[in-house]
């Protein structure tokens, strides 16, 4: 059995936080290769390491002084190091990236040193060989990720190494100028690394214990999901749950590599474990609910649209040609309603109903902004009669009026949209029916 485990930046935020993680894969000997971030936050109002390297950086391209922000993220470092008791050194590389900082080695540059050199503590820590991911994980000369080429060199890298660390977010070009994913992207590094042995599973170290059946903003201390298909997680992710950097997703999803979240801080607790498909029937009929806020729709009316040839694939054109993207759709006999993210929508607005107007002649246009949508997602839900029933008698009890249904055609998932001020209630409503009452 091999295991990748990838530490997110809280589970690394300083050395009690080390610890912790310590224990966590000496009590595994299948967790072999680690993928570590910089460290995150120590307290709410703390700033990430990678932030403090994107500002020092700027500083330094400024012609600024920066050796008193470049001084608190070497005490950062040095913190962990102490706290860790361990007699190893980062002087060196401190002086390298000073230098290399003033040299103007590139932003990329400057923020994957979090993950360099909490790779090399985490390496002296665990006794663990140090790889660096500008070695093993390639972008192409345009910048972009070059997926089999990195596929290839980490394995040659780690087909022989019984265990090793490599650090997440980075890799680099063929001569060597680093490159970083987008931000949270050490998830990313993780599953290529999985992918690249062939690993039974990946486990994801986060703060909290996997994904939530519903965001805790909203539900007082959601219940954790046991078991998500990716098919859900898409769909969750979509309407802005977020734990897991999407990214990350398909590399492992390729070769059949479960993900499992797991809680650094709760290191018993199962977390949430994340596969292809299962027959493990979900707990509730849903498994997730997830919703997001600023939407607005436009709604097209015309006499007999349905016998247009063309109308909608016209009306849709408009929105294409002005850069705006369609997030639903739905449709009636002669109207048809597009929802739009409302401030990608909203600078272009004129444009649009004038567009709309000269191409299709409609007899009436309406606009109507402040909405939110929420998804009802869940396997379970194909297989059982009367979600539908259940979501919308929940909501009516809640005196909340149901602006929008979409069932996708898979059945996994059901969005409805309200207005913006019904959003929370509405989501409050959904988890009681489904979670809480179970009727
Ligand atoms: N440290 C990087 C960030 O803050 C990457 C990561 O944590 O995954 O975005």
Redesign the pocket.
Known sequence: MKKVVKF??SSLANAEQFKKVGAIIRGDKSRKYVVP??P?KRFSHDT????MLYSCYESAVNGEDFSDQFAQIRERYQEIIEGLNLSFSLEDDFDKICEDFSNGAGQDYA?SR??FLNGKIMAAYLDYEFIDAADAVRFDDDGSFNADETNRLLSETLKNRENAVVP??YGAKENGEVVTFS?????ITGSLVALAIGADLYENWTDVSGFLIADPRIVKHPKSIETITYKELRELSYMGASVL?EDAIFPVRKAGIPINIRNTNAPDDAGTLIVESTCRQPKYTITGIAGTDGFAAVTVEKAMMNSEIGFCRKVLQIFEDNGVSIEHMPSGIDTMSIFVNKDSFEEKEQKILSDINKTVNPDHIELESDLALIAVVGRGMKSTRGTAGRIFSALAHAHINVKMIDQGSSELNIIIGVRHEDFKDAIRALYEIFVLTQI
């Open positions: 997110g930046g971030s910089a995150g990430k390491v990678t932030d923020a979090g993950e997440g977010f931000r949270g992207g050490s998830d950097h």
